[in-house]
């Protein structure tokens, strides 16, 4: 889907034209159709990922071999990377306040740091499935138990790193084309919005991956 | 669009900003002293997750109709979803409600 | 609020073949193409199934041609057991999938929704073309599915595991034939999703100077719900489509249980479960029925208030119904799945929702009838064609109330009285709508009238053909006949083939009955008699453009101001009896 996000605002017509007023009903909702369109995707994506930990969560509760995998090193590089990924939410904010006062060069600067701290966040993350591979993960079996296990872990966390990279690709395209001008704040605003999503969907990955399956 | 909360004080974006973290921070220290428990770990995610929606998605500052719009419905699906579990446990035990 | 841009017309109107027809941004074209999509789809699906009712009948005759096109399916034309199954899965996710959610929802409403609302275009053109095209690159590589490999699935359009996830070794088309099947299913999802983003995005901000959301016509209000239902539905499935393309490719185990046995060897997965994919299937099935009836339900009220002349007794009641609906849709999943090994407690669980959708529906059904009753309603294809929709809701839900209740459900699940039942009330109701819309709106989408007498004509063939078909399947089901037998030969079913003969025969005749409104819509296409601007007399907003079919702005540079609310019929005029919503000036109280 992110090759599809991406096109929102790249292809939508009314980059420029504003002449709705008047001639048209309010938005019962008083934001860009733009904005509400990335509400709505966001939903929608919630019910995905969602219908992911459903699915997770039916195949653990009737494995009667449930592995506890997760070593403290793994749990506190989850707490690394939840920091990382919260810091960028914070960061993101801060480039739509600078697109909002019309700081180009700013908001251009905080969302290249926002997208470093994606890829930094994706980095960590490959090195942890690197270390479950190394030790034998794979999506179809594990030396420690139902072979689910790396079935759901690969595919949520597989699923959500993907939404981080369509991120961190629609933050550089986006803080690009803001600073030469193509694009306006609200597309800062929505992409931010995105970020948060994917911040959000990662705060309940680590407590249903890391946490439920960490080693006791 | 929601100007005066943005361009306000960012005082509540960073208190939030350590709310989440802390939140994080005490999950994991509870899942490790205490053992992981599933609604406890579940309110915490809800919290935070309340706090990016509110705060860090502005949604707190938008018309109130618009949070009518995304939030109960998103919810009323995530949560008949949970008509599943049943069949859950009944296939590991081959009976109904068994844990 | 400066940059609340809410306009559309950016784009000027193109001139070049390719921009004006093919990848056209406007949503006229747009709507044009999807009708033209459902329309291929409809015709090869309905194809198949003259081939599986052939078959049925005649298990030994050869089709012809077919040989050619399944050397292993058909040898010589002769469908065997497992083809039949291959015909009947790419009937039912044609006939779901790219007829009954593309046309009356992706077609008619992206041609009339913008119009209706008083918008230049959708909000999002780009995207609007780009969900059409994606749906058309799911519609070729699920047709690609028969000439590949060892041709298309076999598991049905419910795709159900663990038969579509254990791969070739569970039967002719389990190979690439499924992993195709699981593909245009993830690639339609994004475009259902992609539509319906536009939808909700074109009605909430593109509403024109008057238009407030209680002034839209129903089958306005029909597409905006619905839009609502499969943006929530299509994101369960796509990760369901997904997990079982990872159960294909990579050997996961998400819908495979241990120890299964196909193919005369232990499959080498374990700790999954099939109940799963029901679950998630379901999750978006159910929703998925109602965003193909309640289009159809929309256009059919739309269409009998301007024919009846008078409101509906209450157009109002008949929006909360349609909401009932769409919110009771993802309560009820569960109710496919009685007799899958569900737990009994969910049964019941879910059986109650599922009676309560019996409410709504009946309400709205009890509105047409009291509304029908003492209207002077002109009989013309369309109408005739709502009171077809309206025969087929009724006689088709009626069963609906025997398979919601799970100890009746033990006896009927999986037999004819389903399928009769999903025919008719999803199905042959939607299509009606469907051909409704179509006689009604032909003049607004070409200038000119469809022929009424052989509208009549085809709406009384269909009217009794489809009747004559699926009426048999309740008794075929209540006698025992369990669905997906490819024949019936030396068991107790034997005393039922010379129902299935009937029926047959009847299939066979409905659909050569289809061949007249085919030959209606090309004939009417180029010679009809020219269409006035409003031929109906009706008085919603698509009937005010300034031609049919309408310019590229659908307006002509003008912006239309609302004065009405959408149903100002029996009421004294300049015009006659009726007010459209832009005339200004006092109307009737609402």
Redo the contacts between chains.
Sequence with gaps: MSQADLAIESLSPHGAEAHGAGVMEES?????SS?LVM??FI?SD??TF??ML?AY????????DWPQVFE?AS??N??LM??IL??T??TV?FA??AA??EDRAGAFRWTMVTAAGGILFTLLHIREWLSLIGQGARLFQNPWGSPMFGAAFFSITGLHMAHVVGGVVALIVVGLSYRSGRYAA?HI?IWA?YW??V??VW??V???IY??N?K? | ?S?AS??GS?TS??LV?GA??LI??V??IA??AM??S?WR??L??AI??YL??MF??HLRD??P??RL??IP??L???V?????????????VMK??AK | ?S??SVHAAVHGAPTSFIRKYVFSLDHKIIGLQYYALALVAVVTGMVLSWIMRVHLVWPNAPIPGLGALAKVGAPGGVVTPEYYLQLMTMHGTLMVFFVLTNAPFAAFGNYFLPIQIGAEDMAFPRFNMMSFWTTFVAFCILISAFFVGDGPPLSGWTGYAPLSAVGKDAGPGQGIGQSLWGISIFVFCIASLLGSLNFIATTLDLRTKGMTLSRMPIVTWAWFITS?IAL?AFA?LMPACLLLILDRVTGTSFFIPAGLNVGDHIQPHQGG?P??WQ?LFW?FGHPEVYIAILPAIGIVSHILICNMRKNMLSHRVLIYCMMAIG?LS??VW?HHMFLS??????AL??SFPTLMITIPATIMTLIWLGSLYGSNLRINSASLFCLGFISMFVSGGVSGFFLAQPSIDIYLHATYFVVGHFHMVMGVAAIMGVFAGTYFWFPKMTGRMMNETLGRWHFFLTLIGTYAIFMPFHYLGLAGNVRRYSAFQDDFLVPLIPVHKFITYAALFTGAAQLIFIANLVYSRFKGPQASPNPWECTSLEWSTPSSPPPFDNFGGQHPVVHHDPYQYGVKSSTGDYIMQTSPGPGAAS
């Design positions: 019962p909702f008083a934001i860009p904005k509400w709505l939903i919630a019910c969602g219908a459903f969560g039916f195949i653990r509760n009737s494995a009667a403290s749990i506190w989850s707490l939840t920091f919260v810091s939410s914070l904010l739509v306040k909002q006062s609200r605003e919005l948060h999503f911040d959000l705060m309940f680590v407590p249903l946490l439920l960490m006791r | 669009m100007k943005t361009s960012m974006t960073y900003y989440i973290l994080a921070i999950q994991v899942a490790m053992g992981p599933l770990m579940l915490l995610a935070q997750a990016a929606v860090f998605m938008e018309k109709t618009l719009a995304l419905g998103t009323f699906v995530l008949m979803m949970n008509m599943i579990w049943a069949d859950s446990f009944r296939l590991a109904p409600f | 609020m940059d609340m609502c929530l369960v479960s109940l799963l679950h999750f919110f993802y309560m569960g090994g569900m737990n009994p407690f969910s669980v879910f």
